[in-house]
């Protein structure tokens, strides 16, 4: 059991991306998860449906849609060849826009939850020693919802990661590009290399294994400690 | 006089507050009533944590409702103690004092962070986290926080409501230093008539949302027709100045407005104030000087009014002596039997007087 050079390019590729794709999430889930959080416009529930449907849609599906909407007769398509990007299907950049909002669900809601635990207290004290909105924001909101962003980045890392159908729908199999690693696993079986696939395979799920138990080991010191708790 | 004028209307589901109020800019202010009249609600207006649509409030000259002016709460120079400890849990005792010390006015500084934390007693703490400090602890540590946003005006909601009797007893001497110590108006929020005995300088008495009385301390205490429905606990508080000891009784001689009266002494300094609570029941009435009885303070005095008690067979007698206004409670027969009437001379035998 060997990686061979392929294999560790859509390892190297794998982790850019997820790399790339977690912090793109976690600005902008964070914002959503505040707004989510703390709205009362009616429109919350159709955002956190809108958010919430990669869980339950087809890779398929989500991916068939960003193909043709990201495509040159798709909105998005026309918009990035106006600008002058050329189209996105095919393209790291489109695997990018596909994982973010793939996982976005992943993020956001943690998030939600730590900022909803939070209640409405701590910024009522925070106001009272004079901090603005933004203040609020950065100082407490943010720091007391620390287990829910950690969670969040682990997570979004994690399922960036173990994508398959989408990125087979939006990305092909570009060595180099876009051939990450779930798809080069799929190509050694293809090949009937069940060896090489193996490896890759155990890499997968030892990886996976390590991120959820480091998950759980990290998680929540309660987020309602002695301090500040919703009434 | 320098003021704080509110008029507030804010409707909920269940609760409608309709007050208007208006308060010394000086001194220790209680909002008193039982749970569900109001006096939170009332509270956070002035501090703007909430925004009734119909409302006015004006500090000192300054407008911070009127209107549609409506400045938000983290521009109106107040701090606010909650009921419930809220010290940020991500930071540190001194975290907490920091997140305060670097958000208050550049310029006015009158409380240095020593100040805050002598007074406070908390010098020891400061390198806690909120978790390892007990309940009382974290409530002084909340009040320092609040000291060093250098309001202007101190708000405070029953900040002792959550602590037990013992933890109570260990931070309201803080109270008491603060009030002598600082010059801020505070407006507390109280439903014991304990801490309003202690602390109170003006009293506002409210009742459904709606403010049912009004005025220094005396004058509301001794007003016999009180809303307050203190029952048990009605009587009056009075101002005193410890004249001499007798060391031999173990008690000391304390001079109010009006009259002496022997108390027993626990150690205070010739010269010291002290503030003594006399309850209606613990006053009985007697035309007669009596000199062979045990009780100690025996005062003259005359009938201002009386009212029957909401218990029928009770009357309430508001008592002048000098310039000061004792209440006492008797049996509606005993008030027959001494043929009591306005104006009328009369001893008021003083059963206990307690030092608060």
Same mark, same amino acid.
């Given at each position: 059991?060997?990686?061979?050079?392929?294999?560790?390019?859509?390892?190297?590729?794998?982790?850019?991306?997820?790399?790339?794709?977690?912090?793109?999430?976690?600005?902008?889930?964070?914002?959503?998860?505040?707004?989510?959080?703390?709205?009362?416009?009616?429109?919350?529930?159709?955002?956190?449906?809108?958010?919430?449907?990669?869980?339950?849609?087809?890779?398929?599906?989500?991916?068939?849609?960003?193909?043709?909407?990201?495509?040159?007769?798709?909105?998005?398509?026309?918009?990035?060849?106006?600008?002058?990007?050329?189209?996105?299907?095919?393209?790291?950049?489109?695997?990018?826009?596909?994982?973010?909002?793939?996982?976005?669900?992943?993020?956001?809601?943690?998030?939600?939850?730590?900022?909803?635990?939070?209640?409405?207290?701590?910024?009522?004290?925070?106001?009272?020693?004079?901090?603005?909105?933004?203040?609020?924001?950065?100082?407490?909101?943010?720091?007391?919802?620390?287990?829910?962003?950690?969670?969040?980045?682990?997570?979004?890392?994690?399922?960036?990661?173990?994508?398959?159908?989408?990125?087979?729908?939006?990305?092909?199999?570009?060595?180099?590009?876009?051939?990450?690693?779930?798809?080069?696993?799929?190509?050694?079986?293809?090949?009937?290399?069940?060896?090489?696939?193996?490896?890759?395979?155990?890499?997968?799920?030892?990886?996976?294994?390590?991120?959820?138990?480091?998950?759980?080991?990290?998680?929540?010191?309660?987020?309602?400690?002695?301090?500040?708790?919703?009434? | 006089?320098?003021?704080?004028?509110?008029?507030?209307?804010?409707?909920? !589901?269940?609760?409608?507050?309709?007050?208007?109020?208006?308060?010394?800019?000086?001194?220790?202010?209680?909002?008193?009533?039982?749970?569900?009249?109001?006096?939170?609600?009332?509270?956070?207006?002035?501090?703007?944590?909430?925004?009734?649509?119909?409302?006015?409030?004006?500090?000192?000259?300054?407008?911070?409702?009127?209107?549609?002016?409506?400045?938000?709460?983290?521009?109106?120079?107040?701090?606010?103690?909650?009921?419930?400890?809220?010290?940020?849990?991500?930071?540190?005792?001194?975290?907490?004092?920091?997140?305060?010390?670097?958000?208050?006015?550049?310029?006015?500084?009158?409380?240095?962070?020593?100040?805050?934390?002598?007074?406070?007693?908390?010098?020891?703490?400061?390198?806690?986290?909120?978790?390892?400090?007990?309940?009382?602890?974290?409530?002084?540590?909340?009040?320092?926080?609040?000291?060093?946003?250098?309001?202007?005006?101190?708000?405070?909601?029953?900040?002792?409501? !959550?602590?037990?009797?013992?933890?109570?007893?260990?931070?309201?001497?803080?109270?008491?230093?603060?009030?002598?110590?600082?010059?801020?108006?505070?407006?507390?929020?109280?439903?014991?008539?304990?801490?309003?005995?202690?602390?109170?300088?003006?009293?506002?008495?409210?009742?459904?949302?709606?403010?049912?009385?009004?005025?220094?301390?005396?004058?509301?205490?001794?007003?016999?027709?009180?809303?307050?429905?203190?029952?048990?606990?009605?009587?009056?508080?009075?101002?005193?100045?410890?004249?001499?000891?007798?060391?031999?009784?173990?008690?000391?001689?304390?001079?109010?407005?009006?009259?002496?009266?022997?108390?027993?002494?626990?150690?205070?300094?010739?010269?010291?104030?002290?503030?003594?609570?006399?309850?209606?029941?613990?006053?009985?009435? !007697?035309?007669?000087?009596?000199?062979?009885?045990?009780?100690?303070?025996?005062?003259?005095?005359?009938?201002?009014?009386?009212?029957?008690?909401?218990?029928?067979?009770?009357?309430?007698?508001?008592?002048?002596?000098?310039?000061?206004?004792?209440?006492?409670?008797?049996?509606?027969?005993?008030?027959?039997?001494?043929?009591?009437?306005?104006?009328?001379?009369?001893?008021?035998?003083?059963?206990?007087?307690?030092?608060?």
């Amino acid at each position: 059991m060997q990686f061979t050079p392929d294999d560790l390019t859509a390892i190297r590729l794998s982790l850019t991306l997820a790399a790339l794709v977690t912090a793109l999430l976690l600005l902008i889930g964070t914002p959503i998860a505040w707004w989510l959080a703390t709205t009362r416009s009616r429109l919350r529930n159709v955002i956190s449906a809108v958010v919430a449907l990669p869980i339950v849609l087809p890779p398929s599906v989500l991916g068939f849609y960003l193909l043709i909407g990201m495509g040159p007769e798709g909105p998005v398509g026309k918009l990035t060849e106006a600008l002058g990007i050329g189209t996105l299907p095919f393209t790291f950049g489109g695997l990018v826009v596909a994982s973010v909002i793939y996982s976005l669900p992943f993020v956001v809601q943690p998030i939600q939850n730590a900022m909803e635990a939070l209640g409405r207290r701590p910024l009522e004290v925070a106001a009272t020693l004079r901090a603005g909105p933004w203040d609020r924001f950065l100082n407490v909101v943010l720091p007391q919802s620390r287990p829910g962003l950690l969670t969040a980045a682990v997570l979004g890392f994690a399922h960036t990661i173990g994508e398959f159908g989408v990125v087979l729908m939006i990305g092909g199999n570009i060595p180099g590009e876009t051939r990450v690693v779930s798809v080069q696993i799929y190509d050694h079986v293809e090949a009937l290399s069940y060896g090489n696939a193996h490896a890759l395979s155990l890499a997968m799920l030892v990886f996976s294994f390590l991120v959820l138990l480091l998950m759980y080991t990290l998680h929540p010191r309660a987020v309602f400690s002695a301090g500040v708790h919703p009434r | 006089m320098s003021t704080i004028r509110a008029s507030f209307n804010l409707d909920f !589901a269940d609760f409608t507050l309709d007050a208007e109020l208006e308060l010394p800019c000086q001194g220790v202010s209680v909002l008193f009533g039982p749970s569900g009249s109001g006096k939170t609600t009332l509270l956070r207006c002035i501090a703007g944590l909430e925004r009734p649509a119909n409302g006015e409030l004006h500090f000192n000259g300054d407008t911070w409702q009127a209107g549609k002016t409506f400045l938000p709460a983290h521009k109106r120079p107040v701090g606010y103690v909650f009921q419930e400890a809220s010290l940020f849990s991500h930071l540190s005792a001194r975290g907490n004092l920091d997140f305060a010390v670097k958000r208050a006015p550049a310029r006015d500084k009158p409380i240095a962070f020593e100040q805050a934390v002598e007074l406070l007693g908390i010098g020891h703490l400061l390198e806690r986290r909120p978790e390892q400090l007990s309940g009382g602890e974290r409530q002084r540590v909340a009040i320092a926080r609040a000291l060093l946003i250098q309001p202007r005006l101190l708000l405070m909601d029953e900040p002792l409501a !959550a602590l037990d009797q013992r933890r109570k007893q260990e931070i309201l001497p803080y109270l008491e230093r603060l009030k002598r110590e600082l010059e801020l108006p505070i407006i507390y929020v109280s439903h014991s008539a304990d801490e309003v005995a202690r602390l109170a300088d003006y009293l506002v008495g409210l009742e459904a949302g709606r403010v049912v009385a009004a005025g220094p301390l005396a004058e509301t205490l001794s007003r016999l027709d009180s809303p307050l429905h203190l029952g048990e606990d009605a009587g009056v508080v009075l101002e005193g100045l410890v004249l001499a000891r007798e060391g031999k009784w173990n008690l000391v001689r304390v001079h109010f407005n009006g009259g002496e009266l022997w108390v027993r002494d626990n150690g205070y300094r010739i010269g010291s104030q002290l503030r003594v609570r006399i309850l209606a029941r613990d006053i009985s009435l !007697a035309g007669q000087r009596h000199t062979d009885t045990s009780i100690l303070n025996i005062l003259p005095a005359t009938v201002d009014s009386i009212a029957s008690d909401e218990d029928t067979g009770q009357a309430l007698v508001r008592l002048r002596v000098g310039n000061s206004l004792l209440v006492s409670r008797v049996t509606r027969r005993s008030a027959h039997a001494l043929g009591l009437r306005e104006g009328q001379p009369i001893w008021a035998q003083v059963k206990s007087v307690a030092v608060i």
